[in-house]
């Protein structure tokens, strides 16, 4: 579509207003969910929380163009908007924290973020920091060598983009040319080291080349700069023509986690500077200015997030603790003596994408 004065960027990028209002509410209900958990973390619910907070935006972007159930994602711990664009519910992000026997990631075996399920084509991550990123370009290989129609996506965080591991992945993704999205959500900080005494020449982006891909620096506060960006590698992907990095530029609104204090290493001024660059109030002007959010549908998007957390609270709460006579199960390839034989997870029922 041409763009003109009056029409909207959303618009321009084929996105139906019922597009945009379903990526607003995404971040809403992102937000919702990691707020909820950290009054959970906070009551003795759960053992500790990383927050997504301040990475809505790009999260929900660059998730937007993948295909639930076609294409595969392999998040990192911070992917609570992530993986629920891609299909998790409030409930099973919940219920993992919680460690329930019935978790879709692991069946409370995993740590608190470390989202996953195979229902929903979202390999779990594992706690050393940039693996997942192999796993993705392994699900690439595997979808060139067979010929099917897949596009992998990975995140991980500026700090994470120095690892071994993702330099190993983007070196290989680029000589095979494999169909794969790398998504670095730089938010400035590696836990509690900086931008400029981690990554040499402060990007991450300006890497792609070398490694024969597009590397591109996006606003991660502008929802549509990082939902173009996803989308033109996602095409990119699917013609054969390989891998994409993207780095969004994002902010932490929270300490690294629950068991960080930011105020530590941070100027107070700068964490309270880091309110006005919130992607979902800046999300929600820009649809105000073009009329696509209203106050009305405001207050009706607001009450149905309110209302899915509550219940998606309540429910995961409800469900049963794990039996430490099963805790063989699901860890290992093969059952051992009392171990029971491993049974596949399912997907938590009643819960709302």
Same mark, same amino acid.
């Given at each position: ?57 790009? /999260? ?9 159930? /076609?294409?595969?994602?392999? &998040? ?33 075996? +995993? ?17 050393? *920091? ?32 120095? +690892? ?15 169909? *794969? ?20 020449? $402060? ?14 620096? *996006? !606003? ?38 629950? !068991? ?7 100027? &107070?001024?700068?964490?309270? +500077? ?15 200015? $073009? ?30 603790? &794990? ?31």
């Amino acid at each position: 579509m041409a763009r003109t004065d009056t029409t909207p960027r959303h618009a321009e990028l084929g996105l139906t207003d019922e597009d945009v209002l379903g990526m607003y509410r995404a971040m809403l209900l992102a937000r919702a969910v990691d707020e909820r958990m950290w009054l959970m973390q906070r009551a003795g619910k759960i053992a500790f929380i990383i927050s997504g907070q301040g990475h809505e935006g790009a /999260q929900v972007a660059t998730a937007w163009p993948m295909r639930p159930k /076609q294409d595969w994602m392999a &998040p990192f711990y911070r992917s609570i908007a992530s993986a629920m664009t891609f299909g998790m519910t409030a409930e099973d992000i919940i219920t993992a924290h919680l460690a329930k026997a019935d978790d879709v990631s692991s069946g409370g075996r +995993q740590m608190p973020g470390h989202y996953g399920g195979a229902p929903y084509n979202i390999v779990s991550l594992s706690s050393p *920091v940039g693996t997942q990123v192999l796993h993705a370009v392994g699900i690439a290989m595997a979808a060139w060598v067979k010929g099917d129609d897949v596009v992998a996506m990975t995140q991980f965080g500026e700090g994470t983009a120095n +690892q071994g591991e993702v330099h190993e992945a983007m070196n290989f993704a680029g000589v095979h040319r494999l169909p *794969v999205i790398f998504v670095c959500e730089n938010n400035g900080y590696a836990i509690s080291v900086p931008l400029d005494r981690q990554v040499a020449g $402060g990007s991450v982006a300006a890497r792609g080349a070398g490694y024969g891909m597009p590397g591109v620096e *996006v !606003d991660g506060g502008d929802v549509l700069a990082c939902y173009a960006a996803a989308k033109e590698a996602h095409e990119r992907a699917r013609r054969g023509e390989g891998p994409s990095l993207i780095e969004a530029k994002v902010v932490r609104l929270t300490s690294h986690s629950s !068991d960080d204090d930011q105020r530590r290493y941070r100027d &107070p001024a700068e964490v309270e +500077q880091l309110k006005e660059l919130d992607p979902i109030p800046r999300f929600a002007n820009e649809l105000r200015a $073009g009329g696509t959010l209203t106050d009305e549908v405001e207050e009706r998007l607001r009450a149905e997030v309110k209302a899915e957390v509550n219940d998606a609270s309540k429910r995961a709460e409800a469900r049963p603790e &794990p039996n430490i006579e099963e805790a063989h199960e699901r860890v290992y390839a093969e059952p051992i003596p009392g171990g029971g034989t491993p049974v596949p997870l399912e997907p938590i029922e009643g819960g709302t994408h």
